[in-house]
């Protein structure tokens, strides 16, 4: 069974430009979660999908990061426009159900701002 | 103060000892306990996980968990080299929080 996969693997921009993220969660896995984990750091949650819904998006900076998931399966993090900051490990996981399942994390893009 | 928090480190333990490694959470309602793995590079990797009080155990890891206190471990028994890795506490209430990690380092 094939596990989450994400691409690009690494990614390097100017700041202003944009950048897009995307996740294949296993299959079968209702749950779709993006973390962003600067170095030393623990992952922090961005934003959890429950099938294509939405249902905690309360970290994610709003004015230059957006998300989606269609059809409740791949899910896009896009980042516009990029600051020096966002310099980071971008994990997308994912998990058969809300709660109470363990997730299971992509590689991960390393995205660097210059 | 963090919901989930982790001593930094780094744990330095010599090869064959017992590592422990501890982790407290502040939401009473959290329900799921995880420890993830992860090595330099690579993306956290599941190794155990607990949701009822008391001890369990998987090979050489035991993980341990106490809501009462708000409190979980993982307890690495006859460290080796390869355990060398920063060890992610997760606690799951609704979502997946993390701490910030411990590195561990285990000396040949």
Redo the contacts between chains.
Sequence with gaps: EAGVVQSPRYKIIEKKQPVAFWCNPISGHNTL?W?RQNL??????LI?YENEEAV?DSQLPKDRFSAERLKGVDSTLKIQPAELGDSAVY?C?S?QR???????????TRLTVV | QKEVEQNSGPLSVPEGAIASLNCTYSDRGSQSFFWYRQYSGKSPELIMFIYSNGDKEDGRFTAQLNKASQYVSLLIRDSQPSDSATYLCAVEGGKLIFGQGTELSVKP
């Design positions: 979660y973390y030393g750091q623990g992952p922090e949650l959890r905690d994990l996981a998990s809300g709660g109470n399942t363990e997730a299971f994390f992509g590689q991960g």
